[in-house]
């Protein structure tokens, strides 16, 4: 449809506006950025895989600085937890983007890249759906994080008090943003789909300062790895600013929906839009390119029509609390 560093046509420039906005909502109702949404559209558009992840890195850096902000007003970011990880994530999108740059040359980027993401997309959504299925608030989770702390017993240890958490190894947080920063800069995700449920069930964390947190990481790791892809030209800046016009308006949405949404209705709306990436990028593997497209655009309209809902309705029910109270 459109060829990446090229001026987008009317029509190109709308697509990437509604993926902006899709992308937007989500990542900030989920605090992963949306980069699982927006890599894959920016492939099926014509983008090559290389270079979607690139210009997917610098349009989530712009988009999770506004989230970010946001969830800070609701007291939604551990500010301790996000330094530890990041202590592990630069290095780690250091060695991402090495791997990326050397699967390019060797000619294998494309389809090396997409049976990652697939893999990855499915292991994550199918365990991400199995939980929210299961449990009814953060309390499994919680539980979850405990035992596996416990079995982490390397000091140092330090207390994330915003969590809940009174104390962890700090090893278990650094090499978490390891491997999420890896991800982050192989794959183009902010490392947020990994990071965000691996926060609530390996460390603990409830479900909204997980996803606060995870959307400060998302800055800094997405602002890293667009450094780097911008050195190897793999950054399309025009297209990147159009996708923020939307992502602007739709991450403020988002954010504000969390507060409305239950815990585990989070987990679960993440777990089947993750799986719906998968399927998206599976199709498009196969060559059926306008189905992938489909997927994509009517999994994000749908998404971002459910999340203004939760919103809407959230607000509505607040505002008569309040009336009934003025009332008495």
Avoid at 22 to 30: K, L, V
Avoid at 155 to 184: D, E, K, M
């Amino acid at each position: 449809m459109t060829c990446a560093g090229t001026i987008p046509t009317c029509l190109e420039a709308a697509a990437l506006v509604t993926i902006g906005f899709c992308a937007g909502t989500a990542g900030s109702f989920f605090g992963v950025g949306g980069a699982f949404l927006v890599t894959p559209a920016l492939n099926t558009l014509g983008f090559p895989m290389v270079r979607a992840i690139g210009t997917d890195l610098a349009h989530i850096t712009g988009k999770s600085i506004a989230a970010t902000l946001r969830h800070r007003r609701l007291g939604h970011v551990d500010w301790k937890a996000g330094g530890l990880l990041l202590l592990g994530t630069l290095p780690g999108i250091k060695l991402g983007t090495a791997a990326v740059m050397t699967l390019e040359r060797a000619g294998l980027a494309e389809s090396v890249l997409r049976c990652v993401y697939i893999l990855l997309l499915g292991v994550v959504g199918a365990l991400t759906l199995r939980e929210s299925l299961t449990s009814r608030d953060d309390t499994e989770a919680k539980a979850a994080g405990a035992i596996l702390r416990k079995r982490f017993p390397i000091g140092p240890f330090v207390c994330l008090r915003t969590s809940g958490i009174q104390s962890i190894s700090l090893w278990s947080v650094v090499l978490l943003g390891l491997t999420a920063g890896f991800l982050s800069s192989l794959l183009g995700v902010g490392g947020g789909f990994i990071l965000m449920p691996a926060m609530i069930y390996l460390l603990g964390m409830p479900t909204r300062v997980a996803v606060g947190t995870d959307l400060l990481g998302v800055v800094f790791s997405g602002g890293y790895g667009t450094f780097l892809y911008a050195r190897e030209g793999r950054v399309d800046v025009l297209a990147a600013l159009i996708m923020l016009l939307g992502a602007a308006a739709g991450s403020q949405i988002g954010a504000v929906a969390t507060k409305y949404a239950q815990p585990r209705r989070i987990r679960l709306y993440l777990a089947l839009t993750i799986l719906g990436a998968g399927g998206a990028v599976a199709a498009k593997q196969l060559g059926a390119t306008a189905l992938s497209a489909g997927i994509l655009f009517a999994l994000g309209l749908s998404l971002s029509g459910v999340i203004i809902y939760t919103l809407i309705d959230g607000q509505q029910q607040e505002d008569m609390k309040d009336g009934n109270r003025r009332n008495e």
